[in-house]
């Protein structure tokens, strides 16, 4: 696993971690991010619970301030290399 997001960090991926401390995490969330299961080991529907939504919405609220953070900054600005 770690190598194929070496390769995806590489072309440009932000990765936006979920703290094992986010309200939720411990119904509905994993190390990569939040999830949430809708269906019953039969496959009836049970709908997702609201911790699985909690931690979806924190979640949320991390990747929008990740990105207000790279709307607002030049982080990947091109700066070139004085190589005399």
Do not use: C
Not at 6 to 35: D, F
Not at 74 to 81: G, P, Q, R, S
């Amino acid at each position: 696993m770690l190598g194929l997001l070496s390769n995806m960090a590489e072309l440009g991926l932000i990765i936006i971690p979920l703290p094992k401390n986010t309200p939720g995490y411990r119904s509905g969330g994993l190390q990569w991010g939040p999830y949430g299961r809708s269906g019953g080991p039969n496959m009836e529907q049970t709908g997702i619970s609201k911790e699985a939504l909690e931690v979806a919405y924190h979640h949320g609220i991390h990747i929008a301030k990740a990105a207000a953070v790279f709307k607002e900054n030049a982080v990947f600005k091109l700066v070139e290399a004085d190589v005399h």
